[in-house]
């Protein structure tokens, strides 16, 4: 025999079924393609090491593409599931800015690094980087 308990009230009714069900496919097959489009273009740059003889500049093109693929998923997700979409816009601009800012500090530490770390080893910034500077070595003595 089955006890309800009265006190206990529970709801499995959700507004708008329907929409939601078909907003969540909406959402599953963007997310799938966008995917699938950013897994194609890795491939295609694991095969393009393969060759003889590789494009750097279609390479660094297709990581670019890769990498807006996946900030504009990122955007996607947040206005989706953390329900950012349906906000204001200057609730958007809150918590969009500080991210974009974010980034950017990101750029700029490791831009900064990369030119400290070839500056660092020549002589008083006299050399350029590509040059490997020599140990002076003091005169020997003949013995």
């Given at each position: ?41 890795g491939f295609g740059i694991y095969f393009l090491h393969k ?42 601009m809150t918590i969009v800015v500080p991210l974009l800012l ?42």
């Amino acid at each position: 025999m089955e006890h309800q308990n009265p006190s206990e009230v529970t709801f499995h009714h959700e507004p708008g079924g329907k929409e939601v069900v078909q907003k969540i496919i909406k959402t599953t097959v963007i997310l799938s393609v966008i995917t699938l489009i950013e897994l194609a273009l890795g491939f295609g740059i694991y095969f393009l090491h393969k060759t003889p003889d590789p494009s750097a500049a279609l390479i660094l093109f297709m990581k670019g593409v890769i990498v807006i693929l996946s900030l504009l998923k990122a955007f996607y997700i947040v206005g989706v599931f953390m329900h950012l979409g349906d906000e204001i816009r200057n609730l958007i601009m809150t918590i969009v800015v500080p991210l974009l800012l974010f980034i950017w500090f990101i750029a700029a530490f490791l831009w900064d690094g990369d030119s400290w770390k070839m500056l660092r080893n020549t002589e008083g910034l006299s050399k350029p980087a590509t040059e490997q500077s020599k140990p002076h070595l003091p005169a020997t003595q003949g013995h």
